[in-house]
Protein backbone atom coordinates (compact mmCIF):
# COMPACT_ATOMS: atom_id res chain seq x y z
CA UNK A 1 0.00 0.00 0.00
CA UNK A 2 1.23 3.32 -0.65
CA UNK A 3 0.17 6.99 0.45
CA UNK A 4 0.39 10.00 3.24
CA UNK A 5 1.23 9.19 6.70
CA UNK A 6 -1.42 10.98 9.26
CA UNK A 7 -0.91 10.27 11.98
CA UNK A 8 1.86 7.41 14.17
CA UNK A 9 1.88 5.90 17.82
CA UNK A 10 3.92 2.92 19.38
CA UNK A 11 3.53 -0.31 17.57
CA UNK A 12 1.53 1.12 14.75
CA UNK A 13 3.35 2.60 11.43
CA UNK A 14 0.70 4.69 10.81
CA UNK A 15 -2.41 5.53 9.56
CA UNK A 16 -1.77 5.82 5.94
CA UNK A 17 -4.50 7.84 3.19
CA UNK A 18 -4.53 6.30 0.20
CA UNK A 19 -6.26 6.54 -3.02
CA UNK A 20 -8.85 3.70 -1.80
CA UNK A 21 -9.21 4.21 1.25
CA UNK A 22 -7.61 5.12 4.95
CA UNK A 23 -5.64 1.77 6.21
CA UNK A 24 -3.24 1.39 9.83
CA UNK A 25 -0.42 -0.85 9.41
CA UNK A 26 1.52 -2.29 12.56
CA UNK A 27 5.51 -2.96 13.00
CA UNK A 28 7.17 -5.51 14.61
CA UNK A 29 10.86 -5.22 15.79
CA UNK A 30 11.24 -7.03 12.33
CA UNK A 31 9.91 -4.29 10.18
CA UNK A 32 12.94 -2.89 7.91
CA UNK A 33 12.70 1.02 7.49
CA UNK A 34 14.15 2.62 4.64
CA UNK A 35 15.05 6.55 3.63
CA UNK A 36 14.19 6.52 -0.15
CA UNK A 37 16.06 9.78 -2.24
CA UNK A 38 15.63 10.68 -6.04
CA UNK A 39 18.55 10.31 -7.95
CA UNK A 40 19.69 11.35 -11.59
CA UNK A 41 19.91 8.47 -14.05
CA UNK A 42 23.34 9.62 -14.20
CA UNK A 43 24.23 8.06 -11.19
CA UNK A 44 23.19 4.23 -12.52
CA UNK A 45 26.76 3.33 -13.83
CA UNK A 46 28.45 -0.24 -14.93
CA UNK A 47 28.97 -1.95 -11.62
CA UNK A 48 25.69 -0.62 -9.93
CA UNK A 49 23.54 -3.16 -8.51
CA UNK A 50 20.18 -2.47 -8.91
CA UNK A 51 16.19 -3.39 -9.12
CA UNK A 52 14.57 -2.61 -12.07
CA UNK A 53 10.96 -2.88 -11.77
CA UNK A 54 9.61 -3.20 -15.65
CA UNK A 55 7.03 -4.59 -18.16
CA UNK A 56 8.10 -6.89 -20.45
CA UNK A 57 8.40 -5.11 -23.38
CA UNK A 58 7.37 -8.26 -25.98
CA UNK A 59 10.43 -8.23 -27.46
CA UNK A 60 12.66 -10.07 -24.93
CA UNK A 61 13.84 -6.84 -22.94
CA UNK A 62 11.92 -4.24 -20.81
CA UNK A 63 10.86 -1.13 -20.29
CA UNK A 64 11.54 0.45 -16.48
CA UNK A 65 8.99 1.76 -14.16
CA UNK A 66 10.85 2.41 -11.51
CA UNK A 67 14.57 2.16 -10.82
CA UNK A 68 16.70 1.53 -7.57
CA UNK A 69 20.05 1.76 -7.09
CA UNK A 70 21.27 -0.31 -3.88
CA UNK A 71 23.71 1.12 -1.71
CA UNK A 72 26.95 -1.24 -1.95
CA UNK A 73 25.65 -2.57 1.72
CA UNK A 74 22.47 -4.14 0.06
CA UNK A 75 24.56 -6.18 -3.15
CA UNK A 76 23.17 -9.42 -3.96
CA UNK A 77 19.71 -8.28 -2.20
CA UNK A 78 17.17 -10.37 -4.36
CA UNK A 79 19.60 -10.79 -7.06
CA UNK A 80 17.89 -12.52 -10.09
CA UNK A 81 15.15 -11.64 -12.56
CA UNK A 82 11.41 -12.81 -10.92
CA UNK A 83 7.36 -11.97 -11.82
CA UNK A 84 6.78 -8.40 -9.83
CA UNK A 85 3.13 -7.82 -8.65
CA UNK A 86 2.74 -4.90 -10.63
CA UNK A 87 0.92 -6.14 -13.37
CA UNK A 88 0.26 -9.03 -15.37
CA UNK A 89 3.40 -8.40 -17.73
CA UNK A 90 5.47 -6.86 -14.93
CA UNK A 91 9.08 -8.36 -13.85
CA UNK A 92 11.55 -7.18 -11.72
CA UNK A 93 15.33 -7.88 -11.83
CA UNK A 94 18.30 -7.05 -9.21
CA UNK A 95 21.70 -7.23 -10.42
CA UNK A 96 24.30 -5.42 -11.42
CA UNK A 97 24.84 -3.14 -14.41
CA UNK A 98 27.22 -4.89 -17.05
CA UNK A 99 26.58 -2.28 -19.76
CA UNK A 100 24.82 1.32 -20.04
CA UNK A 101 24.02 2.64 -23.57
CA UNK A 102 22.44 5.79 -24.36
CA UNK A 103 21.66 8.72 -23.16
CA UNK A 104 17.86 9.26 -23.55
CA UNK A 105 15.91 6.48 -23.52
CA UNK A 106 18.99 4.53 -22.01
CA UNK A 107 19.23 1.13 -22.20
CA UNK A 108 21.38 -0.70 -19.44
CA UNK A 109 22.20 -4.93 -19.21
CA UNK A 110 21.84 -6.03 -15.92
CA UNK A 111 23.60 -9.00 -15.56
CA UNK A 112 22.74 -11.37 -12.24
CA UNK A 113 23.68 -15.32 -11.64
CA UNK A 114 22.74 -16.98 -14.20
CA UNK A 115 21.65 -14.52 -17.17
CA UNK A 116 21.18 -11.06 -17.71
CA UNK A 117 18.20 -8.72 -19.03
CA UNK A 118 18.25 -5.81 -21.21
CA UNK A 119 15.95 -2.61 -19.32
CA UNK A 120 15.04 0.44 -21.27
CA UNK A 121 15.08 3.50 -18.65
CA UNK A 122 12.50 6.22 -20.40
CA UNK A 123 12.95 9.93 -19.68
CA UNK A 124 10.92 10.49 -16.54
CA UNK A 125 11.24 7.16 -14.42
CA UNK A 126 11.37 7.34 -10.68
CA UNK A 127 15.37 6.62 -9.66
CA UNK A 128 16.16 6.20 -6.41
CA UNK A 129 18.29 5.23 -3.53
CA UNK A 130 17.85 4.41 -0.02
CA UNK A 131 19.37 4.71 3.43
CA UNK A 132 18.73 2.36 6.71
CA UNK A 133 16.37 4.74 8.42
CA UNK A 134 13.96 3.72 11.71
CA UNK A 135 10.57 5.03 12.80
CA UNK A 136 11.74 8.46 13.44
CA UNK A 137 11.49 8.73 9.97
CA UNK A 138 7.36 8.11 9.93
CA UNK A 139 6.54 11.83 10.40
CA UNK A 140 2.93 12.86 9.66
CA UNK A 141 2.58 14.14 6.09
CA UNK A 142 5.30 11.38 4.48
CA UNK A 143 4.84 9.43 1.50
CA UNK A 144 5.38 5.78 2.34
CA UNK A 145 4.83 2.58 0.80
CA UNK A 146 4.21 -0.52 3.33
CA UNK A 147 4.88 -4.07 1.91
CA UNK A 148 3.48 -6.47 4.45
CA UNK A 149 1.07 -8.76 5.34
CA UNK A 150 -2.58 -9.26 6.08
CA UNK A 151 -3.11 -11.58 10.03
CA UNK A 152 -6.32 -13.56 9.92
CA UNK A 153 -8.21 -11.26 11.79
CA UNK A 154 -7.51 -8.29 8.59
CA UNK A 155 -5.03 -5.98 10.33
CA UNK A 156 -1.79 -5.05 7.98
CA UNK A 157 1.63 -5.98 9.82
CA UNK A 158 4.53 -4.14 8.00
CA UNK A 159 7.65 -5.94 6.71
CA UNK A 160 9.23 -3.49 4.62
CA UNK A 161 8.52 0.69 4.78
CA UNK A 162 9.87 3.09 2.20
CA UNK A 163 9.95 6.43 3.29
CA UNK A 164 10.04 9.57 1.04
CA UNK A 165 13.00 12.00 2.15
CA UNK A 166 12.03 15.67 2.19
CA UNK A 167 8.91 14.85 1.00
CA UNK A 168 9.63 12.72 -2.38
CA UNK A 169 7.55 10.06 -3.27
CA UNK A 170 8.74 6.79 -3.16
CA UNK A 171 8.03 4.67 -6.41
CA UNK A 172 6.40 1.55 -5.58
Not at 46 to 57: K, L, R, Y
Not at 142 to 149: D, E, M, S, T
Amino acid sequence: MHGALTSRRHREIARIVAPAAETTAGNTSRTRIALSSPISIDEIKTGSFIGAGAQADGKGGNTAVEITVFPESARGLGEGFHKWDEGPNSTMTNGTVSQVVGTANRTVTVTYKGGQQQVTIPQGTPIVTFAVADAAALTPGAHVVVRGFKLPNGQVTAGFVSVGKNGSVPPG
